[in-house]
C-alpha cells in the first residue's frame, strides 16, 4: 500500500513538475524574445584592429597606457563613422603587414608609405599625408650634409628601424653601393641609444618623427636636406571588403578637414 502510494505521489509531482516546466517554457520562450530585442538594441559594435608600431611620433606613440598621435585619431574618426569599435596592436614593424595579410589585423597604420614591394602584399587607401626621410644626427657628427652619405668613400654607419622605407632607401642607396653599413633596429628608441652612444653615426627616418626625437634628446639635431619624400596610406588585406569602407570614410575625412586638423594637432608648421 506505502509503495503504491508512493508510486501515485511521485507521478502526481511529476505531473505537477511538467506543468510547472511547461508554464515556465512558455514565459522563457516570451522572455526571450524580449531579452533578444533588448540585446539587440544595445549590442557591442564590431571591432576595427589597427596593427601598428607605437614608438613613432607623432604618428603613433604610447602616452601612459594608452596609444596616441595622428594615426591613432585619424583611425578613431574612420572607425566612429563606421560605427566600428577601434582596437590598436602594438607590434614590431616588420610584423604590420604580416598581421594585416594573415587577418590578425584590419588597418595598417604607422606612418605607412605607398611603395612597389608592401602593394604586392596589400591594398592601400588614398594617401592621407606627405612624409619626408630626413638625416637625425648627433651634435659633432662627421656627418653636417645628406649629400655626404653618397660620396664615394663614405663609409657612413647609419641608423633605421627594420622594415621601414629608411630601411629600403638606405639598403640601396648606401649599402649596396658599398658607401656604409646599415645598423637595424626593431625599435627607434634602440636607434636614438645607439646614436647618443656614437655607435652609428646618423638615423634616416621621418622628418617629424625626427623631430621629436631630437627636441626629447639634447645633442641631437635634423639636417636640413631632405633624404626623400613619400605617401602614408592605410593598408589592407588584398581584396578586402573593408577598403572601400575605409577608404570612403577617409574621403570623408579628408574633404570636412578633420585629418588636417589632427596633422596641424601634432606638426606645427614652422
Known amino acids: ?46 571591432t576595427l584592429v589597427m596593427a601598428t608600431s607605437a614608438a613613432f611620433p607623432p604618428y603613433e606613440y604610447w602616452e601612459g597606457q594608452t596609444i596616441v598621435g595622428i594615426d591613432a585619431e585619424i583611425a578613431a574618426a574612420i572607425a566612429d563613422k563606421l560605427g566600428y569599435e577601434l582596437e590598436i596592436e602594438d607590434m614590431s614593424f616588420e610584423s604590420i603587414i604580416p598581421s594585416v595579410v594573415s587577418g590578425k589585423a584590419d588597418i595598417a597604420m604607422a606612418g605607412m608609405t605607398v ?100 627636441e626629447k634628446n639634447e645633442g641631437l639635431y635634423v639636417l636640413d636636406t631632405e633624404y626623400a619624400k613619400e605617401d602614408y596610406a592605410i593598408g589592407l588585406a588584398k581584396d578586402s571588403e573593408l577598403t572601400e569602407k575605409v577608404n570612403g570614410a577617409l574621403q570623408e575625412l579628408l574633404e570636412d578637414g578633420t585629418i588636417q586638423s589632427i596633422i596641424d594637432k601634432y606638426i606645427v608648421s614652422e
Do not use: H
Open 1 to 46: 500500500m506505502k509503495k503504491y502510494f508512493k508510486n501515485i505521489l511521485a507521478g502526481a509531482m511529476a505531473l505537477t513538475m511538467a506543468a510547472a516546466l511547461a508554464g515556465c517554457g512558455g514565459t522563457q520562450t516570451e522572455g526571450t524574445g524580449q531579452e533578444d530585442a533588448a540585446a539587440k538594441e544595445g549590442e557591442k559594435k564590431e
Open 115 to 214: 611603395n612597389e614591394e608592401r602593394k604586392k602584399s596589400v591594398d592601400f587607401t588614398d594617401t592621407y599625408a606627405t612624409g619626408v626621410q630626413v638625416v637625425l644626427v648627433k651634435e659633432g657628427s662627421k656627418v653636417t650634409d645628406v649629400k655626404q652619405l653618397f660620396e664615394e668613400g663614405a663609409n657612413t654607419i647609419v641608423g633605421v628601424q627594420t622594415a621601414t622605407t629608411g630601411d629600403i632607401f638606405t639598403t640601396a642607396d648606401i649599402e649596396a653601393k658599398g658607401l656604409g653599413t646599415v645598423e637595424r633596429y626593431t625599435k627607434y628608441g634602440d636607434a636614438i641609444n645607439a646614436l647618443l652612444a656614437n655607435k652609428i653615426d646618423c638615423i634616416v627616418m621621418d622628418g617629424a618623427a625626427a623631430k621629436a626625437y631630437a
